[in-house]
Nanobody, 125 residues
């Protein structure tokens, strides 16, 4: 069974920083490969939107609203993805979800999408 566990959210003032982390784990070493990893966010009444993504090779993409402020990174050896968020604004307030496309022994040869449990981020003005 594959799980994504996110952490690092919280309350911060405008202009502050937070670092989100997400780890992919499994109960029996079933993960074969992790392709795409990313962070999404959602506020009440709105659709979940992409914040940043990173491929297995390290190519990154960012939403226009966070370019220059957020940095996504990953550690392939540890199956983790991180989101460094600087110069935070009140409009960044949301629940942040990590996402990963994972090939495991139970899904081989296909990749399946997994989501973390959601990490709340609140930026006060």
């Amino acid at each position: 069974q594959v799980h994504l566990v996110g952490s690092g959210g919280g309350l911060v003032q405008t202009g502050g920083s937070l670092r989100l982390s997400c780890a992919a784990s499994d109960d029996s070493g079933s993960i074969i490969e992790i392709d795409f990893m990313g962070w999404f966010r959602q506020t009440p009444g709105k659709q979940r939107e992409v914040v940043a993504t990173i491929t297995g090779g390290g190519s990154t993409n960012y939403a226009d609203s966070v370019k220059g402020r957020f940095t996504i990174s990953r550690n392939n050896a540890k199956n983790t993805v991180h989101l460094q968020m600087n110069s935070l604004k009140p409009e960044d307030t949301a629940v942040y979800y990590c996402n990963a496309r994972i090939q495991s022994r139970s899904t081989w040869p296909t990749f399946s999408d997994y989501w973390g449990q959601g990490t709340p981020v609140t930026v006060s003005s």
